[in-house]
C-alpha cells in the first residue's frame, strides 16, 4: 500500500510525552520494504507523562498539532485541539490506510478541522477515504463530515442515526450551518469489514457517553477506539449519557483482548498507560454516580448537590467547572427512572 511519513508529528512529541511514542508496534515489525518510522527513545530513559489532559501542562504549544501517532502499521491516530470556555484539550480521531482506502472513525468539530484532518490523511496515503464511521454522535466529533467524499460509506448506531436526522430536520437550525451528514449504514451491535485483507470490526458494547456509542476494533493488531466513551483524564461528560450503563460498557471493553485503547479526547499515551488510565476513568465515573447518588439520598435538590459536591481527586480533571453540574443532573434523572429505556 502506497505511503507516505505523516504530515505532522509534533515537534515536542518525544519530550513532552515519553511513554506516547511515534510507533507503538516494534521496529522489527515492520515490513523490510516498509518506509523508515520515526526514531524512538527507550520507554526506560522516558520521563513519565504527566496524567493530565492539558496540553500546555505537558509542555505543548497550539502549533504542536494535530499530532499524529502511528499505533500500527497503517493505523494512526489523530489529535487536534478544541476550546471548551477557558479550556483547551485534545479531541482524538483514528484513521486506518487499507489497499482498498481509508476508514476514519470519527471527523472532527468543524469542516476546517475536517477538512485538516482530511490533508494530513492525504499526506500519508494516495487511497480514497471510502468509510466514516461515527462513533459519537456529538458535534465535536460530526460538524465537519459533510467535508469527507460524499461517495464514502457513513456508519452509525441507530441511535446517533435519529440523533444526527432530528439535528438536520431541526426547524430552529441556522440556514448557514454546516450540513449534516446523517449515516445510512447502520451497526445495531457487530459489523465486521473487510477492507484490503484487513478486518475492522464496528462494535456497539452499550450505552455510554450517547446512547449510541460505536467502537472500531482491530482485533489483529489488537487496537480498540473507543471514541468518547474513553475521556482520559477529562471529567466524565454526561449530558446525553447513561451513567451505570457507561460503567458496564467500559468493562465490556476491558474483557476483551486489547492492547491499546484509544481515547475520545485526551492525549493518546501508551498502551499500556491508557489500559491504565482508562481503568482509572472507569472508577471516575463510579466515583461521580456515587457522590451524586449520596446527595439525592440526602434529599438535595440538583441545585444544592451542585453546590455541594466534592469529586476529590478529579476537582483537578479538565472540564470538571462545565461538566460536573451535568454529570449529576443526569444520575440524578438515572435514580429517578428519567431516561430512556434501553
Partial sequence: M??????RIAPAAIAATALATLVFVAATACAPDAPPRPATQSATTQPAPLRTADPYARGYSDDDFP?????????????????AGDERFTTVSMFIVT??????ADGQGSPAETRLLIETIAGITDRPITDVVVCSDHGDHTAG?????????????????????????????????????????????????LRGGREIRLLFLGRAHTG???VV????????????AYLHRVFPAMRSAYPSEWVAMIEAAQAMEIDAYIPGHGFVDSPELLAEELEIYRRAIVQVIDEASRLHAA???????????????????????????RAIGRVFMELNGELPPG
Fill in 299 to 325: 434529599g438535595l435538590s440538583l441545585e444544592e448537590a451542585v453546590g455541594q459536591a466534592d469529586f476529590g481527586e478529579l476537582e483537578s480533571w479538565s472540564l470538571r467547572s462545565s461538566q460536573a453540574g
Fill in 2 to 7: 502506497p505511503t507516505r511519513s505523516p504530515s
Fill in 99 to 104: 489497499d482498498e482506502g481509508v476508514l476514519v
Fill in 67 to 83: 499530532r499524529v501517532q502511528e499505533l500500527a502499521p497503517g493505523v494512526y491516530s489523530y489529535e487536534q485541539l478544541r476550546s
Fill in 212 to 214: 449510541g456509542d460505536l
Fill in 145 to 193: 463530515n459533510a467535508e469527507f467524499p460524499s461517495s464514502a460509506r457513513f456508519w452509525a448506531h441507530p441511535t446517533s442515526q435519529a440523533v444526527l436526522q432530528a439535528a438536520a430536520d431541526s426547524p430552529i437550525r441556522p440556514p448557514d450551518a454546516p450540513p449534516i451528514v446523517v449515516p445510512t449504514h447502520l451497526v445495531e451491535s457487530a459489523e465486521t469489514l
Fill in 217 to 228: 476494533h482491530l482485533p489483529a493488531e489488537r487496537i480498540l477506539f473507543m471514541s468518547e
